[in-house]
């Protein structure tokens, strides 16, 4: 389980709490130093970004759920997210749904055929990042990075770093393309961006 820290409570948050909540936990990015004991810089980073992929899949609209599997899977790319940030998630539920988590450094489409959600920062071995944003389109994933420029190019969700927060850019025709839709309350937190050159 999360120990008890602000961006762990977040998670705990009722929905009509999502505005403080992003935005608390967008305050701990870079946390002022203290005399108290604090996690290192790249731990607190990982936990946050985990701590909003998870609101994200919260609030999202998936199309249908699949028969052979009806957990919210979050697939997440090796090496980007320490796998500790993820700690205790088999034991939460998403939408009255399980969650799963699962770590890839190459592609296979039989591992992500079943993905609800997927984060990347650089391309995995077996595919580029075209061939991603269309398998997302396919399969109706929810297709997340930190890569810079992601959400202009066809992405989903961009996460970015600014003023010392942690903040996000969502691409709504790249969703409507995955018929994937997000809740009001996350949109009026992200900055919403067009899509130039985008999978048709």
């Known amino acids: 389980m999360f120990k ?3 961006f762990a409570d977040a998670l705990r948050k009722p929905r009509r ?7 608390a936990v967008g305050v701990l990015l870079f946390p002022a130093q203290s005399a108290t004991a604090q996690a290192p810089r790249s731990e607190a980073v990982d936990a946050l970004r985990a701590a909003f992929l998870f609101n994200f899949a919260k609030f999202t609209t998936w199309p249908a759920v699949s028969d052979l599997d009806t957990s919210i899977k979050f697939c997440i790319q090796a090496n980007t997210i320490d796998q500790t940030a993820f700690a205790g998630w088999g034991k939460k539920r998403i939408q009255n749904r399980p969650v799963r988590v699962a770590f890839f450094s190459q592609f296979n489409e039989g591992e992500f055929a079943n993905c609800s959600i997927m984060f990347v920062s650089d391309e995995p071995q077996g595919i580029d990042m075209e061939g ?3 398998f997302a389109i396919e399969h109706n994933t929810l297709f997340v990075s930190d890569i810079e420029g992601f959400s202009a190019s066809g992405g989903h969700i961009e996460l970015y770093e ?3 927060r942690l903040r996000f850019k969502v691409n709504l025709g790249a969703l409507d393309k995955a018929k994937l839709s997000l809740g009001a309350g996350v949109l009026n937190l992200a900055e919403i961006v067009g899509t130039t050159g985008a999978p048709k």
């Open 162 to 164: 600014q003023s010392r």
């Open 17 to 23: 709490r999502l505005l403080s909540v992003v935005a």
């Open 132 to 134: 991603l944003r269309n």
């Open 4 to 6: 008890s820290t602000p």
